[in-house]
């Protein structure tokens, strides 16, 4: 699981490097332990992201952690001035994801988090779809001085992708569609495209986006379809810039921007929002058949 | 060239009007001028941080900067122009001697609770209008409940808070576990004893009082 992992990795990293200051407000408080680089605020938001920029200030290198709404949107100004507009650094996990925590209700659902911290400028964002994704990613992140958010979910994906960046996994016809699934996308949309002649591409890192490995694996074709486990759309406009000069068509699945009053578990939330491998089947049919000379079921 | 220069108190005056183009104003009445010439004159030490977390009307702090020659003399000039280093609310990125980009409420105390961490001497200055921003709370607490003794915040009180602070604003920090002075705030003297005085491990925050 990739939370077990993140706090397994950032002990690590506070007994390996002297600038790694962990700072938290009550949420992994516990599972990360007691450490003299470790601070809990309490439940203080706002202070967790304003605590990271002043170690930042004073060259540490902070790991501020906590539920990503909490984390992400509670103190969105604090990022944008404490970290963005100071030009300090730090590497921001979440946990929770778009609807890891269906039970506990739409407080704790942030489908939006991403869109949100990619309307700030300089973020780096990671999604990872495996623990052994993370591990790289983290480790990465912690040695630059850059501004990263790292999103964990409770979803993965059967297997790692090495290689970190955009990656093809499955090569279509030269104008076949391409599925770009992001981070734990992927296990669905491996089984939603099966059979199908589509490219199929992941993505673990969205920001910066990969405008020209996205150009390449389209080849000659003009679909794209993006799977995004948070709010749909959120890489829209990534896409029409990567493709500006290119006539194309784009179907972007992801949670809808909807007010969505249900409860129950994360696999109830995904199938509600068409994100499981059946309702990307679903979509993915539909989209293609409005363009049937150019793809459809293979044979 | 830059022109880097050390200038006194008695100069300010004409640096601020440099800033702003108004010759009239009365530049005693600048809530913030005698507390940070006082911490630049008196008490910064090599290595210590000045926060300015009010950062409206932050042409005090411009005129000090320029004073003690930690910024350009000649920028006073454009202040608040397209391409001038100087705005209406400071930017650390753009104006030399600027430690914290500021301007929105609220954002420089947390900040400094996470360079008192490290053990750097860190002053921060508010306002106690801006005291009622609840980020501020946050840092209040958990600077208290953690001594961070290298923390000192000071308030200019103004009175300019619409609904005031009962009981006054050094008790609330006392209750949180600092510990609190004032001063007048145009007495160099009373600014430099209140804002030196000796420590007890914990935070301080001195409030110095000014007549709006």
């Known amino acids: 699981m990739m939370r077990q992992r993140f706090y397994e990795l950032l002990r690590e990293a506070l007994d390996e490097d002297e600038r790694v200051v962990a700072v938290t407000a009550e949420i992994g408080t516990a599972q990360i332990g007691s450490h003299p680089r470790h601070v809990n605020v309490g439940i203080r938001e706002q202070l967790l992201i304003g605590v990271a920029a002043g170690l930042a200030l004073e060259g540490r ?37 778009s609807y890891d925590a269906a039970s506990e209700g739409r407080t704790h659902q942030a489908p939006e988090d991403v869109a949100a911290l990619a309307a700030l400028p300089g973020w780096t964002i990671h999604v990872p ?16 001085d850059d501004r990263v958010y790292i999103r964990l979910s409770e979803e993965q994906n ?13 090569r279509g016809g030269t104008a076949a569609p391409l599925v770009l699934a992001v981070g734990p996308s992927l296990a669905p949309t491996l089984v939603a ?36 486990p948070y709010l749909a ?67 | 060239m830059a022109t880097m220069t050390t200038l006194g108190y008695a100069d300010l005056p004409a640096l601020l009007i440099r800033l702003t183009g108004d010759e009239k104003h009365d530049w005693s009445s600048i809530s913030t001028l005698d507390t940070i010439w006082v911490l630049y004159d008196r008490v910064l030490r090599e290595g210590d941080r000045f926060l300015l977390s009010k950062g409206h009307g ?81 840092a209040v607490q958990f600077a208290g409940r953690e001594r961070l003794a290298s923390l000192t915040a000071i308030v200019i009180d103004n009175r300019s808070s619409t609904h005031g602070w009962p009981g006054g604003i050094g008790p609330r920090f006392e209750a949180e576990g600092w510990t609190s002075g004032t001063a007048d705030g145009r007495n160099h003297n009373a600014l430099e004893g209140a804002l030196t005085a000796p420590r007890t491990g914990r935070p301080h925050v001195v409030v110095t009082v000014v007549t709006p």
């Open chain 1, 61 to 97: 290198r902070p790991v501020a952690h906590s539920y990503a709404p909490f984390l992400v949107e509670r103190p969105y100004e604090q990022i944008k001035l404490d970290l963005g507009h100071n030009d300090l650094g730090a590497v921001l996990v979440s946990t929770g994801a």
């Open chain 1, 158 to 170: 059967h297997a790692r992708v090495d290689g970190g960046g955009f990656t093809v996994l499955r």
């Open chain 1, 193 to 228: 495209t099966a059979s199908l002649d589509v490219t199929v591409a992941y993505l673990a890192t969205v920001r910066p986006f990969p405008h020209a490995a996205l150009r390449e694996a389209l080849g000659d074709g003009d679909a794209v379809v993006l799977v995004e």
């Open chain 1, 233 to 299: 759309g959120t890489s829209s406009a990534e896409i029409s810039e990567a493709l500006v000069d290119r006539p194309h068509r784009l179907l972007a699945l992801g949670v809808p921007n909807v007010e969505f009053r249900r409860y129950g578990t994360g696999p109830d939330h995904r199938s509600a929002h068409g994100l499981d491998a059946a309702g990307i089947r679903a979509s993915l049919e539909g989209f293609l058949r409005r363009n049937p000379q150019r793809a459809g079921a293979g044979a």
């Open chain 1, 129 to 144: 779809g495996h623990p052994h994704e993370l591990e790289h990613l983290f480790r990465a992140a912690l040695r630059t």
């Open chain 2, 58 to 138: 932050p042409t005090a702090y411009y005129a000090v900067l320029a004073a003690k020659g930690l910024l350009p003399l000649e920028t006073l000039d454009d202040f608040g122009e397209f391409d001038s280093p100087l705005g209406h609310h400071p930017d650390r990125m753009l104006a030399p001697g600027v430690e914290l980009s500021s301007g929105s409420l609220g954002h420089g105390l947390p900040i400094a609770a996470g360079v008192a961490l490290t053990g750097r001497r860190v002053y921060c200055l508010l306002g106690d209008a801006e005291l009622e921003e609840g980020s501020n709370w946050e």
